[in-house]
């Protein structure tokens, strides 16, 4: 048999290089300590999980869903949305149900990119960005996020003739890998420049709620006109620990719904109803859950930063996301780092590089462990010999 060659395109996916690692060394019967994934350790709130057992119970829910998601839901997030952003959206045209973000920023390439359409995608970014344009025959130019630009990419340097090419430009704030944020000043000049080249946008935020000391991530649509030239994508996943339930939604401009609902309905069958009535439950509940969790993860930070400064390495003090992102000594790959460090304290980070080249001379941290585990990892770190004088 013959593959296609996009699957031979396709880099190694970051996640599932690392798990094999760490399953190679748990396998000998090495105690390994993991920053690597960005996955709530703290479980799903038990009201929600409450809804989702009960209604697991009706049978209703053992059929075939709509592939646009029960009315209920899009009105939950529409109300979601008023409550949290103060913005009003149609949940019949502008609200859509996914199967997790990560489905619906796969799958809306498939909505703009033709063979040879250009996708406007940050560097360092979460890899579904370029990789949903390569599968649709596209082509990825980055964006660099660095240092210099507050990690905010510098559209203005944008080249005329490839901004023109561009049909689609991706953006993340709260960012992962790097944890900056954005304010409504940068989503303007994100909206003037794609009514100026006519692109479309795409904003990912999943960590709108995960945020400390206070501050409050803004959603890409509180900026004017927004709505006419983008759309958000956003999930239970991080707000709610709900990263296995597989339930986010995008909201925004009616025609991007409407092109994603399209090529949706021919490839899924939407998202089982017993999950969908959890995230209503998610989504209309008790909020006081996402501070908890944020405490906790402020509390981790902390420890975190402190301990890395401490070390020498360059690091801010994240206002949101569940991760560090942290400067390596000179004189290292972010690879040569990593792969050294795993292999001889067993603590595993991510190299800035799985996110994109511009991640060079970088480490991600994520703050989804446990306190005793960071604790330990965070000893084993302080201990390796790069950081002995
Ligand atoms: C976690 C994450 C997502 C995906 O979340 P799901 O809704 O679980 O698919 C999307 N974008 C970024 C940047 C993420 O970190």
Request: with cysteine.
């Amino acid at each position: 048999m013959r593959l296609a060659k996009r699957i031979g395109k396709l880099p190694p996916y970051l996640f599932v290089e690392i798990s094999r690692k760490i399953a190679e060394k748990r396998a000998k019967g090495q105690d390994v300590v993991s920053f690597a994934i960005g996955d709530p350790d703290i479980p799903t709130p038990a009201h929600i999980i409450a809804r989702l057992q009960e209604a697991t119970l009706d049978p209703a829910n053992h059929r075939y869903p709509e592939s646009d998601g029960l009315p209920e839901l899009r009105q939950a997030i529409a109300e979601w949305y008023e409550k949290r952003f103060g913005l009003a959206f149609d949940p019949n045209k502008e609200v859509l149900p996914l199967i997790g973000s990560k489905e619906g920023i796969g799958h809306i390439a498939l909505c703009f990119i033709d063979p040879g359409d250009v996708a406007l995608v940050p560097d360092p970014g979460y890899p579904v960005y370029s990789v949903g344009t390569m599968f649709a025959g596209g082509e990825v130019i980055f964006l660099p996020l660095n240092e210099q630009n507050d990690f905010l990419p510098d559209l203005e340097q944008v080249p005329p003739e490839i901004a023109q090419r561009a049909k689609l430009l991706w953006l993340n704030y709260p960012n992962n890998p790097t944890a900056a944020i954005a304010g409504l000043d940068f989503f303007e000049k994100a909206v003037a420049f794609a009514k100026k080249y006519d692109l479309a946008v795409c904003h990912d935020g999943p960590y709108s709620e995960v945020a400390f000391d206070g501050y409050q991530p803004v959603s890409f649509l509180q900026a004017p006109g927004a709505r006419e030239v983008g759309v958000e994508f956003h999930s239970l996943s991080k707000s709610y620990n709900m990263t296995g339930w597989r339930i986010g939604m995008v909201v925004g401009n009616a025609t991007m719904v409407d092109a994603l609902m399209r090529v949706k309905s021919n490839l899924d069958s939407g998202i089982p109803q017993a999950i969908q009535l959890a995230a209503i439950a998610a989504l209309r509940g008790p909020q006081d859950c996402i501070a908890e969790h944020n405490t906790t993860y402020q509390r981790r930070r902390d420890r975190l930063v402190e301990v890395l400064q401490k070390l020498g390495l360059r690091v801010n003090k994240p206002l949101a996301s569940l991760y560090v992102w942290a400067g390596i000594p000179q004189g290292y790959t972010s690879a040569d780092f990593t792969a050294q460090l795993l292999e001889e304290t067993n603590v595993v980070v991510t190299p800035g590089t799985g996110y994109g080249p511009s991640g060079e001379g970088y480490i991600r941290l994520s703050l989804t462990i446990p306190d005793d585990r960071l604790e330990e990892g965070l000893k084993r770190l302080a201990s390796w010999r790069p950081f002995q004088k």
